[in-house]
């Protein structure tokens, strides 16, 4: 069974950093991608980040760039994702979710087909105040 467990969120002022955490169980990094999504208050969900562990690409979304990096610790299976220069516009709720192959990021930061994730964090709550 795949589970995913975020920690970390909390609340920053802008311009400071944080340092989220994606815990996973039941799946081999290796063998697949991790994507971090969020969801701000009114607007839908959009993805930040993407790892594939297996060949080390990573993805980002236009806004964080610069100022987040997603990185992955294989022995503890966990993914990470640090953020700096917070602004107001990144709070929302942030959840990891894993894809089922290890394609590159690339790919997952941008398909439309939510089907290639199969398993879902239940969310941490990043507010950032200005």
């Known amino acids: 069974q795949v589970q995913l467990v975020e920690s970390g969120g909390g609340v920053v002022e802008s311009g400071g950093s944080l340092r989220l955490s994606c815990t996973t169980s039941?799946?081999?990094?290796?063998?697949?991608?991790v994507c971090w999504f969020r969801q701000a208050p009114g607007k839908d969900r959009e993805r930040v980040a993407c790892y594939t562990p297996g060949d080390g690409s990573v993805a980002y979304e236009d806004s964080v760039k610069g100022r987040f990096t997603i990185s992955g610790d294989d022995a503890k299976n966990s993914i990470y994702l640090q953020m700096n220069s917070l602004k107001s516009e990144d709070t929302g709720v942030y959840t990891c979710a894993a894809a089922t192959l290890g394609l590159g990021a690339t790919f997952y930061l941008e398909t439309g087909d939510l089907s290639r994730f199969d398993g879902w964090g239940q969310g941490a709550q990043v507010t950032v105040s200005s």
């Open positions: 039941g799946i081999r990094l290796i063998y697949r991608a």
